[in-house]
């Protein structure tokens, strides 16, 4: 690689640092931050593989995609293997699999397809451009995954005017671990509130699922009476079915109690589910921190997996548009690997 591009791959991948840091700082609940940060991850592992390996140009820069893909492609065959053995064989479960056994193959192919081109093999440019497609959904996962992550690191505010708690599943009427694990985590932000001389609002928010005795958010608060909660310091929204819902909903609730629902809230989710939550409540003009709960680890990944792919069809005009842009760009790099 010539040492202007590699002066170019530093200044790039220091301007996005800067960047990502910024947009961070500005607005922690926009996924820009994370496009930003793999953009600097981009730069610096291309000018790093160029410098510190033989590998030649063209596989240096398509290297992160290639390992973005493969991860992408590995999450997918461990949902689906885990979601079989748990829940039994299903269709979904078999297309998954097959979806991420195509995506590691094809960054294995692509690798050899670029190695023919840079050999001086015309055809392989098509190979490679067809083989690297799913390089985008691979860096848009890692675009992701970086998001949520200094999300996470976020500092929450310190006043909030209530603490939204989201529901999830029940298990033959009582609360399970997960939902235990938001519930605890709420618990402990509204001691630390009380402990400041604050008095927030808890609000345990989820509806009634059709194989559930009771809407999530009566169990919720029960749970949290028991655990030690004042029952006034407690309100109950027993509606909601998604997470637009819990949060529209409890605004709602809170304007109907003298609240301010425009005010800054807590919301308390499970820790795959911060990043998600951060966009929506953003897209629903909700001024919101959002707290992660733990989960077990081997629910993580599938979870996670999950959330990736419902994120991503939020914005499905930029996401065709990121793909077009991919190929096109995909195109150039293996054209230009051809020798002269």
């Known amino acids: 690689m010539p040492a202007p591009l590699d002066l170019l791959l530093a200044v790039a991948g220091v301007a996005l ?14 996924w820009r931050s994370g496009v930003l940060l793999t ?7 291309a000018l790093a593989l160029d410098l510190l390996s033989p590998m030649e140009p063209v596989a240096a820069v398509l290297a992160l995609p290639w390992l973005a893909a493969a991860v992408l492609g590995l999450l997918f065959v461990f949902s689906a293997l885990a979601a079989a053995v748990r829940d039994g064989p299903s269709l979904v479960g078999l297309l998954a699999l097959a979806l991420g ?6 960054a294995v192919l692509a690798t050899v397809a670029t190695g023919d081109a840079v050999g001086g093999h015309p055809w392989p440019v098509v190979a490679t451009v067809v083989l690297l497609l799913p390089g985008y959904p691979g860096l848009a996962f890692v675009s992701y995954l970086l998001y949520c992550l200094l999300q996470r690191r976020a500092d929450p505010r310190p006043e909030p005017v209530a603490v939204v708690v989201l529901g999830s599943g029940l298990v033959d009427g009582t609360v399970p671990t997960l939902l235990a694990n938001r519930l605890d985590a709420a618990i ?4 630390a509130q009380r402990a400041a001389g604050r008095d927030p609002l808890v609000l345990p928010s989820g509806g009634q699922g059709d194989d559930e005795p009771m809407p999530e958010g009566v169990a919720m608060a029960a749970y949290l009476v028991a655990h030690g909660l004042p029952s006034g310091a407690v309100a109950t929204e027993d509606r909601a079915t998604t997470t637009e819902e819990n949060l529209l909903l409890s605004r709602d609730i809170l304007r109907s109690r003298g609240i301010d629902g425009d005010g800054h809230l807590r919301v308390v989710t499970s ?24 989960a077990a680890w081997h629910f993580v990944p599938g979870a996670f997996l999950r959330e990736f792919l419902a994120a991503v069809t ?3 005009r930029t996401n ?7 190929s096109c760009s995909t195109a150039l790099v293996a054209y230009a690997a051809l020798p002269r």
């Open 17 to 30: 640092l800067l960047l990502a840091l910024r947009s961070s700082r500005i607005e922690p609940r926009r």
């Open 39 to 45: 953009g600097c991850l981009w730069a610096a592992s």
């Open 101 to 106: 056994a195509a995506m590691v193959a094809a």
């Open 188 to 191: 402990e932000v509204w001691r």
């Open 271 to 294: 820790s795959f589910h911060v990043g998600r939550s951060a966009l929506i409540a953003r897209s629903l003009g909700i001024d919101a921190d959002v707290t992660g709960a733990p």
């Open 314 to 316: 939020y914005r499905p």
């Open 320 to 326: 065709v548009g990121g793909l077009l842009l991919w």
